[in-house]
Every structure is written in C-alpha cells, then in structure tokens.
C-alpha cells in the first residue's frame, strides 16, 4: 500500500453492548496536510464511527448494521467523591476532566462511543454549546510524541474510512472551530501493555489537560489509586456503574427484539428470573455479559443459562460448534480455530503483547489443517485472516487482527494454561504456573497480573469448574508473590467469589511479611476482615494506633475497622480513648477520627476488649488494660488468657498501667494474689507487683503468708518479704 494511506482496516470494540467492528475500507489522503479543517465532515466521520459499524458474525460483517441507539442502555455514573449518582451528560458538563473507572466488559467503550456520537449529532444539528468530541485509543499517547500529534494519529485511527479527508496537522494544538475546547475521549488505558507505559500515557494526558483548549475523559478498569496521583486534583473521578434489574430487563428486550428473537419479552423476563435465582448478579449486569447471555438465549431459547462466568464464556466459545446446524467439516474448523486462538491469546500474553494477532497466528498456523495451501503470502495472509475473522472473536485492527475484547482474550489464554495444567500431577502443575506467572509478570508487571488482568480470576473458575481443587490453585497463586498478590484475593472478594481457607490462610502470612503502603496493608487487611480472618481487624487496630501509618490510613483503618461490627466499633473506641493512643499529625485529623468511629452497643463491649486483647501487635499494656477490663465485665475467659503465661508475661506492665490510672489492672492483680487456683509462684510474683504500687505494700504478702492452702515454702517467702530488708521501696 501507498505511504500516504493511512489505513486499510477493520476496528473492532463493543458498542451499544454488543461486540462489533468498524467496515473494511481503504483511506488514502494525498499530501502532506489536507488544509481547511471541515468541522461537519469531521462530526459526520465521528457520527459514523460510533453508530454504524455492522456486527461481527460467525460469517463474517454483517451486511446490516446494529445502531448503537438500537440496543444501548444508559449506565449510571457515580462521583467518587460525593457517592453521588448522575448521568454522563451532567457529569461532563459539571466537570472539565474524568477518569471513568469501569469493570472489565463494564461498558466503557460503549459509553464513550455514545458521548461521542451524541455530541456529534447535537453539534449538526446546531448546538454549538458542547465540547467537539475526539474519540482515541491510550496507546497513542507514548513517551515523546508531542500532544497534537498524538490525539491526530488516534482519532485518525479510531474514525477509519469514515473520515473522508485528512485532519491538519496542527488541529489539536488550538481550539476547535467557534473557540471550542476539544473532548478527548480516551479508551483503554488498561489495554496498554505494561504498567509503565499506562503511566507514561496517563503522565501525557495530565500535562495535556493544562491545555484551556484540551478536556479529557479517560476509561479504564480499576487501578491502584496512585496510579491517579499524577492527575491531582483536576481529573474528577467515578464508577460506571453495571445494569440495575429495571435496566438489565430493558437492554436484553431490545437486544433480542433488535435480533428478530421470537418472544423477545418473554425471553428477556427468563433471563432476568435466571440472574435472580442464581447467584451470577455480580457480573451479569455488566453489558459485556449480559450481551452474551442474549445472544446464547437468541440462539437458542431453550437453553440452560450458565450460572457462572468461565461457564458463560465457555458456551459462548462453544456455540460456533455445537448444535445440530453445523457440519463436521464446519465443527472440525471451528475447534480448529479457537484452538489457534487460544495459543495465540496465551502468546500474546506471556511473551508477545506487541504483537498483533494475526502475525503471531501466521507462526503457529504452520503444519496445521488452517495452514492455506495457496503459494502467494499475501493470499495466504488474507486467508488466514478471513478464517480467524469468522469466529467472531476477533477483527481486523492496526493492519492485523486483534481480539474484539480484552477480556475475551484474557478468557482464552486462561483456558490454554487450564488445558495445560490438565492431568499434570501436582509438581509439575506449580512448575507450570509458575513459569506461566513469571513471564506474564517479564512482559508486564506483577502489579498487572494480581490486580488489573482477569485471566487469574478465570484461571481459578476455570479450575473450579472442571471439578478441580481451586483453593489449592488460589493459595499458590498467593504464596508466589506477597507483595502483589493480595490484589488478586481482594478482586476475588469484592466479586463475591467463593475463596477457601487454604487461600485465605495464605493471604494472612504472605501480607505478614510483605513489603506494602500503609494504604495497601489497609486493604489487605480489609480483604483479611471480610474474609473473616481474625488477623483482619486486628491489622486494622494496630495500624490505627501506629504513630508512623499517616493520618488519613490510621483514620481508614479506624473506620473499615468500627464499621465491620458492632465489637469492633467497640474495640476502636476503646483504642482512641487510651492515654498513650498515638496524637495525629494534622489537628482536623481529630475530628475526622471521632466522625469515622461507631457508637457500639454497651452489651458489645466485653466482646470488644477481648478483641484488643488478642491483637498482639498491639503494645502489651494497651493488651492488659483491655484484658484487666473485661475481667471486670466478668468475662472468665479473659481471666484464664492472661493468667496461663504468669504475671511476668501481660502483666509485667502493670505498674506502667495503674500509674496512668488503670484501675482494672490493680483489681486484676489482687484478683491474682487470691487465687487458690493459681500457681504459687504466679500469686507470689502478683504480690511482689502490689508491693511496690500499693500505698499498704505488705498487704499482699500478708494474705499469701496467712493462707493455709498455700505450700509451705511460699508462705515462708511471703513472711520473709514482709520484713523491712526485704522492701527496697521502704528501705532507708
């Protein structure tokens, strides 16, 4: 191809929440710039490339095209600020910058597509009061290539055969027509291979948005909240939120009327009562799956839904095989394909994340019954393109092939390694994940493995699913990298998936010893907390009273801490109000603490103490005060628990205790002296602790000399100790 043609391609994305991709077409701009910039023609480009794009087909493009107004649902957006909900266009007319924070398959690019088009369309029609919208991809925003020409290079990308002339190259260097700013509307950061360069891209949209004449909304799943720091205070922040039922029940009725299902109410209402009764409500009110579900049940409305994700993309996978409509030549060359498909996925992810997929399948295709016959690598090329293409899986991109989701190819390359763990005995399982986890995280980072990628999460459901132990893949997958993997375990957690005691266990002692922020020890033990580990809150509370944890962490901790019980808010109390809890190094920080903490009930008090008084990273005198007051309370247990190691154990600071007033602690050592119970040598060293705290420092030695049920030789030291010599303190 000439190199003035900018592209010949075909760009896939979900749009109005189904899977799509843009039409084949060849642009070839001549010139170095194309001159007068025509803002309708870019609008009308921008309209196309949102709306129009016809669905990808077992057959390949479908010769009609799905509307993106034909199928979208709108999605809320939630502040992360205020915890306010709204709508897009309230969101962006209130705020001049946005990162939109969205679950895999969550809607993001549908939603972007949809700001777009609609600002477009307002635009024609006369409404010159929006932002001109400017749809790109994050990969074009890389280390030293200046603003304007990167926002060119991506909407030229991202408009195809839609946009009819070449865009000035100077366009995003100055407002748009009428002195308008530009709205970049940026997806997938998360689809940048390697945490660096998502940072780098994210760096170059922050220095971006100083520009008065550049806004940006950028889409991407979650990341760790630093990963944001670079945009202060200027980008605001928010969710999209998933379907609620109402909505749910709205999209799948237009989806499968949209797709000429018969009984499309009634089908829509059945997957609505399946994702009640099932316990699937996590993720399939995200439109990526809630699309796929549709489409199973349009295929076939008698089906059994599945009522787990991996089983969700599993039958999905299958459909292109399965049933009564295909020959076994079409079967046989479907396998085929998605076998192709699922190296090529697993390639991609642990060693060539660069490269497209059709370059890599090219290499694997060899010696295989998809390997073209034809002698021209270009028909070769083609034919191996249009073969991939016809699954539906993937679609013509950047010259090659990519996945039409990120999280499809995550699906694929996680079955690949679940294909390779199968009959591995349990040796040679870990040397697999192992080496499957290691060079994910040379490609990429550890960072991205555990906490932004699903293929683990799909690995461990795919375990599950096929009737193997994944507690034990889980645990393993934890204990390989402390630092990062209880990122991996709270993802797991906040999606309600079972997690087994082996894995949790492992979470504990690997988050023991790891190197972590202050933030991410807050939400490990959080995960800790909510997975019932005792060793959650008691994180929580150490961290709390630990003058080195900053104060918004310590004020973090107080609250997941106070909030997750009725004991627990009782416990926090107790903490803030000891004389040696740690002061705040920010005054209002004072005041943010009171606010963060619960009223407990008074019946949940003694409960509370004892949960300060097994939290041994707390100091022991904190430990003894709590103990000492729930004995008081009349808690025997607690009684028993500090007794069993002696007084020289908790009780060896309880002068420190009772000189800063702490009551509880005389009552407990006086308690201790009168035992007929304890060991003789414990109530003789309690007495010797009341000796030099008491105002009456014989009193103690007295009852223990006078105790008939006491042995001989301590009686003798207890009247031996009551002479003079023997009381330092009353020595002159």
Known sequence: ????????????????????????????????DAGAFEVDSYLRAVLGASEQQPVVSRTGLSASPILLGDVYAEQALRLTAS?????????????????????????????????????????????SSDSVPVPVHARSFRAGLPMAEAIKAGVVDELGHFLLTDLPKDLFAKAAPGNRPWLVLVDGLDEVPEIAAQRTALQAIARG??????????????????????TGDRFASCELLPFDMATLQRFAHRWLARHDSPNPVELAERLLDHVRRTEIQDWAVQPLAATMLCELLARNPDRQLPDRRSDLYEQYVRKLFTGRDFTNAE????RDAVELLGEVAATRQFSEPESSVLTIATDLVRGTALESAADDPDVRARELHDALCSTGFVVSADSGVEFTHATLEEYFAARQVANQLANLSDHDQKRVITEVVNAFCAEHSPEEFYGLSQLPVFLVDIWDARGNDPDALLAYLVRWWPDYSWLLVQRLWKAEAAIGPQAVAALATATADAWLEPDEQGAAAETLLGLGHPEGLSRLLEMAADADVPDSDRITALRTASHSSSAA????????????????????????????????ADDALADGLKLIAYSTGLTEGTRLH?????????????????????????????SEE??????????????????????????????????LLSDDSNAAFVTLASDPGLDEHHRRRAAAALDDDMLPHNAN
């Open 569 to 600: 808010a009782a416990a926090a109390s107790f903490l803030v109000r000891r004389h040696d809890f740690p002061s705040w190094e920010f005054p209002p920080s004072a005041i943010d603490a009171h606010d963060a903490l619960l009223d407990a």
């Open 626 to 654: 709590a103990a000492a007051a729930a004995i008081d309370l009349g808690d025997e247990s607690m009684y028993q628990f500090v007794v069993q190691d002696g007084p020289r154990g908790l009780t060896k600071v309880a």
């Open 331 to 334: 079967r046989k060359f479907s």
């Open 83 to 127: 915890g306010r909900p709204g709508n897009w266009h309230d969101v962006i007319t209130a705020h001049r910058d946005l990162v939109i924070i969205g679950s895999p398959g969550g809607g993001k690019s549908s939603l972007l597509r949809r700001i777009a088009y609609t600002l477009a369309d307002n635009q024609l029609h006369g409404d």
């Open 209 to 230: 948005a100083l520009h008065p004449f550049l806004r940006f909304a950028v889409a991407t799943r979650p990341l760790q909240p630093n990963d944001f720091a670079v």
């Open 1 to 32: 191809m000439a190199d003035e043609s900018v592209h010949n391609q075909v760009g896939g994305t979900v749009v109005g929440n189904v899977v799509q991709a843009h039409t084949i077409g060849t642009v070839s701009f001549h010139g170095p």
């Open 658 to 691: 009772i000189d800063n007033g702490t009551g509880e602690v005389f009552s407990l050592l006086w308690r201790m002296v009168s035992d007929p119970h304890l060991v003789p040598e414990h109530r003789f060293a309690a007495a010797e602790e009341l000796s």
